[in-house]
């Protein structure tokens, strides 16, 4: 079901410029890296989810190219996200003998990714990074791009490093051991993608959300991929503006994470920001209601229909807010719709506003 041609794109970057290889097989990566002139020392980082489908087979295909293949199975989930676990990783580089011309694999979701980016960009000052996502939100988002990272009790991503991969290998087949609450996760990045930049895809995952066939996975992860690597290529360090709009819903979205305690999953507290921010980009007069109409209509389809009335303090969640990244002299800028398929950042956004908003 899953079988599909390989697809490439390239992430343009000058130095930093790498493939994203789609519809690839895990069993073929060394025969791959063996090629990139990596010395032959390599950790495998995963969590016990990815680890107990996939990790056998990745030590496997590196062993059998040559690689001295060492592994480290963290434990699942945003909780873990944090500083302990970046030091694991460092301690599992030093006994696995990693040097500057080695490469660390990060093999598994977003967390993982995150994790075993920043590790990669900072142990040794900086060895090399191959990203293997087996979610759909690792797929359509964190594997692209360079962002890496760790949460505080603050706030989720307060720390963290822009520090690009060089290959991002994804193998589709994974998505059938995915739960299905975590494809509706991934679903939400996707559904962002045609709203703040190609009005075109987003009709497409109206017509398509409730088939995700193997024909529609690969084509919404190969147009997620190149949307996404055309915001980077234009604004890799987040420096003129450009970038910041793929934080669509993300500014209330992280908040509703971290007062959860990352009960709810990324995608679902993105789902409900992207809402959130459709309302208020109504109440300015920059989105029909037709068009918020079709977002939450489409989100509902996806499987990402929660309601989070009620569950936080509103004073808690401004607080949290305000601790975004995208915050500026103390003023809240958020990424606001202005059409399927346009956005902008917003900073002139009046505080009662959105308070009553978000009420």
Known sequence: MYNKTMQKLKVNLGKRSYSVFIGVKLGEIGLCLGKMGFSKTALVVTDRNAGKFYLRTILASLRGSGFNAASLVISPGEKYK???????????????????????????????????GFAAATYLRGVSLVQVPTTLLAMVDSSVGGKTGFDLKEGKNLAGAFYQPRAVWIDVSTLKTLPERHVANGLAEVIKYGVIKDASFFRYL?????????????????????IKAGFVEKDEFEEKGLRELLNFGHTFGHAAETLSGYGILHGEAVAAGMNTAAKLAVRLGLLKNSESARL???????????????????????????RDKKVRNGKLRLVLPQGIGKAALNSNIPPKLIKEVLE
């Open 296 to 322: 939450q209509k489409l989100l509902s389809r996806a499987g990402l229909g929660l309601s989070l009335e009620g569950r936080f303090a509103l004073k808690d969640i401004l607080t949290v807010m305000m």
């Open 82 to 116: 944090n500083l302990r676990t970046v030091e694991a990783v460092y301690h599992a580089a030093v006994k696995a003998a990693l040097d500057r011309n080695s490469v660390i694999l990060a093999l598994g979701g977003g967390v993982v990714g995150d994790l075993a």
């Open 206 to 226: 109206e017509k398509n959300v409730s088939r995700l066939n193997a024909d529609v996975l690969s084509q919404l992860i190969y147009r997620s991929c190149k």
